[in-house]
């Protein structure tokens, strides 16, 4: 815990301007980003006397061992500069709104020749128009089948398109009227873009003038005595009044709007957005939060803004978001809006009529999505709290170990050997913080060997970062040789002080490793050959779900009803999920390998449209330097490179079927690849020894 006062810049340092500050704890790691109209009365709040600061604030001051800021013109430049730190660092002090729920949208895929209609969750993707939120997946579908009647868009998958077009067959939606069928041409690409638009146009709130238009068809219709094209009518004119009627109107002036209201009390607060369009309750989402810092409504607000429209351009901000309480100042985060949406926002309280009679029912929302989570929510931090506390008192820690890291040992009897690490924060997983290892220094199975290398990478790493050296303690291994997370990203070396995450740059206080006493010893002769001496270490093994501890020649054995053990499983088996998913990743991945993957500088695009022009690996080997160059994208340099490579590598031999001994030469020539099979034959009634060959 640190002294704010061996930190406190002194005076005449801080410019009085605006601008946006990081604080920063002993591992260089930024806690807290805020911005300020000006930087010098701003942090001079945080260096009073700790005393007379708000429980919360004292907390990140005193974790805090460092503060530095950034200077900007304008307050609005603060703001953009605030919000993008916080996504990048993701500071723990700062107030993060948590979603209750993974919302869906309905989305047009409107950069595609011919767009779909489909529920789509997560981040959004360019060049795709969203509605929603939608409180139910179901919701969308109900609304989407009533409005297939009058705009046939296609719905289907890619696979299912491909298919039809193949076959020269629509699906059923095609047969009944609810697809316009592009897939066997019965609509031009043109045509079906420009039903998608219409489509688009009537879930965006413009739906009074395609009524009457066709109202009006409709008429003319039974005017040429044309009764059954009139029926028709008169049938999608129902149905799209019948998905209307899906959303109540709310606004009378078809008003298009955001509004947001706020539940807090002194430690959580509960957000509640109902987004209007045409006057109609369009979507509605709601987020909580931890009030980790003492902040008013008006910052909360302010917060709330940042993450609704920090991703957001043009018509997905509304013209009119009203709020509880204005930011203070408000005209930075108005400006802000409007260049986001491109138009003038208004921001404001509304005072009287129907808008003001809304926000209560928005309030009355906030309020009951924060009663109902604190009621979930508290046994679940006091099932975390105890856990963490029988934990450290079943292993004699001195305080209860807040991050934990526990790591697996995976293989195929001994191929593709990798290692897994998960970090559990408060007892909740960390899943930005998973770490992957290969094991590189030698072959073959050997779970205690390898246990002792990826303890002594990680921790190589962690004293390299705390050193700021940029090279490993005794180099005898290049920085950044770890797989890291999901997208096998490698650093180039260590990070300078910019305050970007570095890699396994936070201790835990306590290692977790899935085995027994062979295991423990190991992570513990690793830590202890690196000199680290402040880091508990503990393994659960698998049979007795004992818990050994390092230098014991008796294990630990937690009561089965104990909420300590039950977190030391959940954290022991997301290790094993995460090693062995990484580790089948890899295998399927040596044996999907062909001769392609050899060429230096030739990546999966490339690989792809070779393939494709060429049809197989065969008649690519047999092609000419120049005729490898005819393909898009594809130079010369590059062309003689995997002429050369295709020229060194042997051919791969046919496919044999294995049940009638036939030689089967695939269609396009390239090599076949077999299906996997076990190394040894595993009985069909036998599955503990078919789970005991995929460790």
Known sequence: MADPSSYRPRPGEIPDSPGVYRFRDEHRRVIYVGKAKSLRQRLANYFQDVAHLHPRTRSMVTTA???????????????????????????????????????????????????????????KRKGVRYFGPYAHAWAIRDTVDLLLRVFPVRTCSAGVFKNAARTGRPCLLGYIGKCSAP????????????????????????????????ERRMTEAAEEMEYERAARLRDDIEALKK?????????ADATDADLIAVAEDELEAAVQIFHVRGGRVRGQRGWVTDKVEEITTAALVEHALQQLYGEETGDAVPKEVLVPALPEPVE???????????????????????????????????????????????????????????????????????????YDISHLQGDDVVASMVVFEDGLARKSEYRRFQIKGFRGQDDVRSMHEVITRRFRRYLAEKERTGEWADGDEPPGG????????????????????????????????????????????????L???????????????????????????????????????????????????????????????????????????????LIKHFGSVKKLRSATVDQICEVPG???????????????????????????GEIMEEPDGAPATAPEAPTEPVAAGDPERRRGQER
């Open 65 to 123: 061992a460092s503060v530095e800021w950034t200077v900007v013109s304008t307050e609005v430049e603060a703001l953009q500069l605030e919000y993008s730190w916080i996504k990048e660092y993701d500071p723990r002090f700062n107030v993060k709104y948590r979603d209750d729920k993974s919302y869906p949208y309905l989305a047009v895929t409107m950069q595609e020749d011919f767009p779909r209609v489909q529920v789509m969750r997560g981040h």
């Open 183 to 214: 897939c066997v041409g019965r609509i031009t690409p043109d045509d079906h873009w420009d039903l998608a638009d219409e489509f688009c146009d009537f879930m965006a709130g413009r739906t009074g003038t395609y009524l009457r238009r066709l």
């Open 243 to 251: 998905a209307m009627e899906k959303n109540a109107v709310v606004l």
């Open 332 to 406: 930075p985060v108005q400006e802000w809006l409007t260049e986001r949406r491109g138009s003038a926002v208004s921001l404001r309280i509304p005072q009287r009529g129907d808008k003001r009679a809304l926000m209560e029912t928005v309030q009355r929302n906030a309020q009951q999505a924060l009663v109902l989570h604190k009621t979930k929510r508290a046994s679940d931090l006091t099932t975390r709290s105890r856990a963490l506390e029988e934990i450290a008192e079943a292993l004699g820690l001195d305080s209860a170990p807040l991050r934990v890291e526990c």
């Open 482 to 529: 770890d797989v890291v997370d999901d997208g096998e990203l490698k650093d180039g070396g260590l990070k300078d002080e910019d305050g970007r995450p570095k890699r396994f740059a936070y201790p835990p206080q306590l290692v977790v490793v899935d085995g027994g006493q062979p295991q423990v010893a190991a992570a513990q002769r690793a830590l202890d050959e």
């Open 531 to 609: 000199g680290i001496d402040d880091i508990a270490v503990c393994g659960l093994a698998k049979r007795l779900e004992e818990v050994w501890l390092p230098r014991e020649d008796d294990p630990v054995v937690l009561p089965r009803t104990s909420e300590g053990l039950y977190l030391l499983q959940r954290v022991r088996d997301e290790a094993h999920r995460f090693a062995i998913t990484y580790q089948r990743t890899k295998r399927a991945k040596r044996l999907r390998a062909g001769p392609l993957d050899d060429v230096p500088g030739l990546g999966e695009s490339r690989k792809q449209a």
């Open 634 to 660: 594809i130079g010369r340099k590059t062309a003689e490179t995997v002429a050369v490579a295709l020229a060194g590598a042997t051919p791969a031999g046919p496919a044999v079927n294995t049940a009638t």
